[in-house]
Structures are given as C-alpha cells and as structure tokens.
C-alpha cells in the first residue's frame, strides 16, 4: 500500500470533520461571518509566509533532485497565486500593515507551523515534505467539492475558486507521486514518520477552522 493511501486512511476523520467544518458551510452558503473570515485571513498570512519558507528550506536539505524541483515548483507556484490572492484580499478589506503586526498569532497558528519546522529537526527532508501535503491537497479537495454549488458571496466565491482549478489537481496529483516513491524507499522508521507527519498536520487543519471561528487568542 502507498503513503498517499495509508496516510489519507489514518487522517479520515480529520478530513471528513474539515469538509463539514462550520467555517467552510457558511463559507459556501455565503453566510460565514466578516470577522471570522478576517481573522482567519491574518492568521493564514502567518501561516503561509512559513509555508513558503519551509518549501525552500526542505528543498536545500533533501538530496532528491525531483523533490528539489517539486518544492521550488510548490514556492513559485504559492507566490503567484495563493498570496498573490492574499494579497488582493487584504487590500479589499483594508487590512493594513499596522493590523498585520498588532494582531496576535493565535495558538493554532503558531502551533502547526511549529509542527511543520520540527519535521527538519526531528524528521528527515522527507518526513517535512510528507507534513506540507494536507494543506494543498486538502484545500484542492475542498474547492472541487465546492465549485459547482460555489458561493454567493464574491469574495468567498473567489476563495473557492483559488482551488479548485485543474493546475491544483495536477500539481497534487504530481506531489502525491512523488510522496509515494518516496515512502517506498524509506526505512520503516521514516515511512512511520511520514505517516505521522501527514496526520498532525490534517489534525491541525482541522483545528485552523476551529481557531478562527472562535477567534482563538492565547
């Protein structure tokens, strides 16, 4: 059995609970709240400058040159489109430089990132690789599921539409392979360490929806 397929099996729960989240049926139903969707945004702006640091530096670590390429791909990829949207988000709702540094990291957010750096301490290139995963393919997931109902509201609309494109689909389709050939030539050590790597991460997922429906603060 692959990784892809263990891995999603040990997370099922997790990820049936992100499909049903509150946050992203009234995401869809167009009825998620301002503040929530803000506060989510500011966290997930942490979030993804880490996610981004993290790809460049598990690239400079691992000797697979596929993986290499993959990764630097994954960086280019986030900077052109997802923060790129961000960025377009926050301007429309005047989100300002001076918000961005007074608003605390929340708990969550600074405990998934946390989770994902100790894979390169901890792990191996190839276990913080394995823990980066739940992110894109989750998110992919969720815009395809959404996309034909979609959202009325616009900005949400465009959340959705961010992920559920065929570039995201190949570019997890390709992310997954690679994950699989990886696992393969893994020790049994490793391949539990990945395992375990992909699974925190679909927990905390889960719990980043619930950090900004609640407004999670420390």
């Not at 891995?7 to 995401?27: D, M, N, V, Y």
Request: aromatic letters at 14%; glycine letters at 4%; one cysteine or more.
């Amino acid at each position: 059995m692959n990784f892809t397929k263990i891995a999603r099996q040990e997370a099922a729960s997790f990820w049936k609970g992100s499909f049903e989240h509150p946050f992203i049926t009234a995401l869809a139903d167009g009825n998620l709240a301002p503040e929530i969707f803000r506060y989510y945004l500011l966290q997930d702006r942490y979030y993804l400058e880490h996610f981004s640091k993290l790809y460049h530096l598990i690239a400079e670590q691992t000797n697979d040159r596929e993986v290499q390429e993959q990764l630097q791909e994954n960086a280019e990829n986030l900077k052109l489109g997802e923060m790129a949207i961000r960025k377009e988000f926050f301007s429309e709702l005047r989100i300002t430089e001076h918000e961005i540094l007074t608003t605390p990291i929340a708990p969550t957010a600074y405990h998934y990132v946390s989770h994902m750096y100790r894979q390169l301490i901890d792990g191996t290139p190839n276990t913080a690789f394995a823990g980066m995963l739940p992110c894109a393919w989750l998110y992919q997931e969720i815009g395809v599921r959404l996309i034909d109902t979609g959202s009325p509201n616009p900005l949400y609309q465009r959340w959705i539409e961010t992920y559920a494109g065929e570039a995201a689909a190949e570019g997890i389709k390709k992310e997954c392979a690679l994950l699989d050939r990886l696992y393969q030539e893994s020790s049994s050590k490793e391949q539990q360490q990945m395992i375990d790597a992909f699974v925190i991460s679909s927990k905390m997922e889960y719990a980043f929806w619930e950090m900004a429906v609640k407004l999670e603060k420390w």
